[in-house]
Every structure is written in structure tokens, then in C-alpha cells.
Nanobody, 115 residues
Framework: VQLQASGGGFMQAGGSLRLSCAASGSIGIIRAMGWYRQAPGKQRELVATVASGGTTNYADSVKGRFSVSRDGAKNTVYLQMNSLKPEDTAVYYC??????????WGQGTQVTVSS
């Protein structure tokens, strides 16, 4: 199983970025897909997830600014990030949680927001 993330980069505060993560390989039944992030010196934290039934979950710090979505047919998860803040700077990791095969992580994509 491979997860290929893209869309990170450099943005000024207030701007927008869209992350994508496509999964390939023998994944099995997907329970949820989502995004986590890790800033320097901090632990990895949940950003947003979307369950197979469509239920979404967001960290309080990104509610109202970020939107997670998925394309089940393409095994792809997206993260639309609006009104970016410097504190959103981190490496963003996509994650797929399967029903019977555990969890898979992408390689991480850097998002840097300048003030």
C-alpha cells in the first residue's frame, strides 16, 4: 500500500492551500481517511478525518477554516485549508484506517505559512 500526498508548499497568512493524498495497492475496506500534522518540537496531532459514511471530525484549531473530503472511487482524501495562519505550519501526513489491515501513513508534505 502506498499513500502519495501532494499540495503542500509556502503560503502567506490568510491564503489557501489544498492537499491531496491518493492511496494505491491492496487496501481493503477503508474505515476512515484523514490528515494529521506535526510541527517542530511537537507531537503529531489530528487535523481532520472523514469516515467511510461521510462523518467528519476536526481539531478545534481548524474548525471553520479547513475542510476534509474524500473520493471513495479514487481512494483519495483532500484537505482544503483556508485562512491559513502561521501556527498551521507543520508537516502534514495523510492517514488511512482500514477495517482489518491496520493504518497506513503517507510520507508527509510540508506546509509553511508566513506572517
Amino acid at each position: 500500500v502506498q499513500l502519495q500526498a501532494s499540495g503542500g508548499g509556502f503560503m502567506q497568512a490568510g491564503g489557501s492551500l489544498r492537499l491531496s493524498c491518493a492511496a494505491s495497492g491492496s487496501i481493503g475496506i477503508i474505515r476512515a481517511m484523514g490528515w494529521y500534522r506535526q510541527a517542530p518540537g511537537k507531537q503529531r496531532e489530528l487535523v481532520a478525518t472523514v469516515a467511510s459514511g461521510g462523518t467528519t471530525n476536526y481539531a478545534d484549531s481548524v474548525k471553520g477554516r479547513f475542510s476534509v473530503s474524500r473520493d471513495g472511487a479514487k481512494n483519495t482524501v483532500y484537505l482544503q485549508m483556508n485562512s491559513l495562519k502561521p501556527e498551521d505550519t507543520a508537516v502534514y501526513y495523510c492517514n488511512i484506517a482500514t477495517m482489518f489491515r491496520g493504518s497506513y501513513w503517507g510520507q508527509g508534505t510540508q506546509v509553511t505559512v508566513s506572517s
